[in-house]
């Protein structure tokens, strides 16, 4: 079981900029595949990105493609995702998810592959 925390949430105005932060209690996190996903009020969880083991492969939604930027510090046992030029139509709370995937550059936008979600954190973009 790998427990994950995200942090770096806030409110922030349109345009702006946000860095979420996905910190991983287990020293094999380099192992694991790290998606990030998010919900908005009265709607399902949504893929937003992700990236694998070596952080030499990432896939991101055609909604924040160009904007947000995932990377992964495997020795500080964490994952980030950039957030720019921020809307309002990005505000949710964002997790991050961990999966155990078999190959290093091994990716997946489903968050049924992910069996390890941090509590989450609220992103409110707004002026």
């Known amino acids: 079981q790998v427990q994950l925390v995200e942090s770096g949430g806030g409110l922030v105005q349109p345009g702006g900029s946000l860095r979420l932060s996905c910190a991983a209690s287990?020293?094999?996190?380099?192992?694991?595949?790290v998606g990030w996903f998010r919900q908005a009020p009265g709607k399902g969880r949504e893929f937003v990105a992700c990236?694998?083991?070596?952080?030499?492969?990432?896939y991101y939604a055609d909604s924040v493609k160009g904007r947000f930027t995932i990377s992964r510090d495997n020795a500080k046992n964490s994952v980030y995702l950039q957030m720019n030029s921020l809307k309002p139509e990005d505000t949710a709370v964002y997790y991050c998810?961990?999966?155990?995937?078999?190959?290093?550059?091994?990716?997946?936008?489903?968050?049924?592959?992910?069996?390890?979600w941090g509590q989450g954190t609220q992103v409110t973009v707004s002026s």
């Open positions: 287990i020293r094999t996190f380099n192992t694991y595949a």
């Open positions: 990236i694998s083991w070596s952080g030499g492969t990432t």
């Open positions: 998810a961990a999966g155990n995937f078999n190959y290093r550059e091994s990716i997946s936008a489903s968050d049924e592959q992910y069996e390890n």
